[in-house]
């Protein structure tokens, strides 16, 4: 995500906005253009949240056309709170006047207001749902108390028209100065179109932003988004479950993109909560609540910086927790690569760790199929390519009853650290092969017929920022058996008669002992093999007397099935014809005809001479 302070405050300099919904992005392009000033900017995004109906023509129409969306308006607030902070701009509004009604809590300082008595069974509800959270999230699971609350100064909830037709939002007020850190006070609206059947989640999720602002009110967003959609799974786990289940889809879609991606006006952030999930799942301890993993995740990532920098972020707070329990975070990413896969149908795997994994569905696509027994080299430089903290998922393909060991390695000229993760839902084992001087490889057996699943896994590096993660990344991957087909480059000698019987020298590569032969076609008979290296092998054939003439193929084949051909290995000519041993004479019958014995040419030539003197006889 672009950090929206330097895009606002650098307005001469073209950006592409994070923001996508039409009225934010007029917004900021009237910022850019200097139509209006960087604070009155920060107001309009404001009231396009608090108070559509006072915005000023034409910004009213435009909100009215395309207004913000329920889900983006705790993330516009606060990152204008943060902006606004930063840029020493003064805080508008503040909090907001008293409603008509209200209910109070008997157990927690918690106040509900609300317009009209049309409106008491949602703010009966809203205060129930509160109540559970606040007893859950702060009391039981030690969230801080949003400051400036007391029994006297009940935190307050408002129940009122949003213009969003449901959900609701927390608005920061301003830093608290009795605490060192980087805390702030808060308010909750819960839009009055909210059914009070359903509201309870959404109540669990606002008020987690409440005590997250009481922690670190200049923490990314996308971590409040993340988190308070996994509180209100845990505070609510019907309600909230069911929310989780269907964003998850939104996130999961997207496995290239970084667990620390996502923007206010997209579902990806909230789909993002299986990431904290996935981290409290795994590695909190035996006897300690997921939700208070995360909780000092929170604690991990404060700081007393007086409003002006988020240093450590969240990240950083998540790898120094998980080196305190013997992991980091590198090695958490790598392992939520493949566990993100084993929920719903194959939520019994041995190896499935995540809680409520069977009631999520979703899963990554496939980025494409790779065929690792036909050796091959994939450059993957377009498409969804993985930025930091991101991953590529590769189906393998196996031939049916294929046995060879396979390889694959993995290169890229771009910081990762790169990994490469091989797994099957329902394997006992993954394989993991983090990158080193430059390449990373695997080497494994395939299960015909099982599918293996490879993940081309990037990490982040020291300096990574989630408010600047960066484009993606383009990699290589060479795959293909372990020790590859044999080669043949030459047959000596290459000319054979029929019938001969004769040693046969072959040169080539990766020849393996026990290395087997033939000849097609098959009139070529291999008695027996040695076997004098990888690089060569003596034949010993025999030419059948009437074996066919012309060329003939040599096919080898390595004891692990890998195969070669050769094709013009040896050419058959007939038998050579001798010579009579009766004598030395090589008169021949004619052109290319045979022996003619000396008696009958004498036997001839005694013929011809009587049959002449007879004739000159008779003539006389």
Known sequence: MIVLLSVLMLAAVPVEFSVREPFSLAVEKAIRENTVSLEEGLRLRELAVRHPDRLPEPWRSMAKRAPVPGWAGTGILVENFQIRKRAGLRVEDGFPQPLPLHLDSQTFPIRVEYPSDDHLRLAQAVLEGAETAWQKEIVEWGFLVPPHVTAENPYRILVGDTGMQAAGYMSPVDYWPSTPWDDCTSWIMIDWQNDPEWVRDTVAHELSHATQG????????????????????????????????????????????????????????????????FLASYYRLPDEEPAVFVRKLWEGAMQESGGYYNSPNYMQSIDALLRQRGANLGE????????????????NSSLARIQWAERYHATPPYTGEILPAQAGVLNVKQGNLPQAYGANYWQLGIPAGYARDLRVKLTSSTPGPWSLVLFHPFWNEVFVSPIQEGEAELIFHPESPVRPILAVVRGGTEDFDPEAIGPGAGY????????????????????????ACVQLVVAGRHFQEGIQARFLPADVRIESIDFVGPEELVLHVCVDAKALLGVYQLEVTNPDGGKGTFDRAIYVHAASVRPSLDGDCSCRAGKGGASVPPLFLLWVVGVAWILRRRWHSVSN
Not at 478 to 497: I, K, L, M, Q, R
Request: charged residues 20%; contains cysteine; hydrophobic residues 35%.
């Open 476 to 499: 290589q991957l060479e795959y293909g058996p372990v020790v590859p087909d044999p080669v043949v480059e030459s047959v000596t000698p290459f000319e054979h008669e029929q019938g």
């Open 332 to 347: 958490a990413y790598r392992t939520f690569a493949w566990q993100r896969f084993l929920v719903g149908d194959s939520s």
């Open 214 to 277: 009481a922690m670190d009110c200049l923490e990314y967003i996308g971590f409040w988004e993340n988190t308070s959609t996994f509180i209100e799974g845990q505070v609510e786990p019907g309600l909230g479950i069911y929310f989780q289940d269907a964003v998850l889809d939104y996130y999961q879609a997207e496995p290239h993109r970084s667990v620390s991606a996502g923007e206010y006006m997209d579902y990806y952030w909230y789909g993002g909560f299986f990431w904290p999930h």
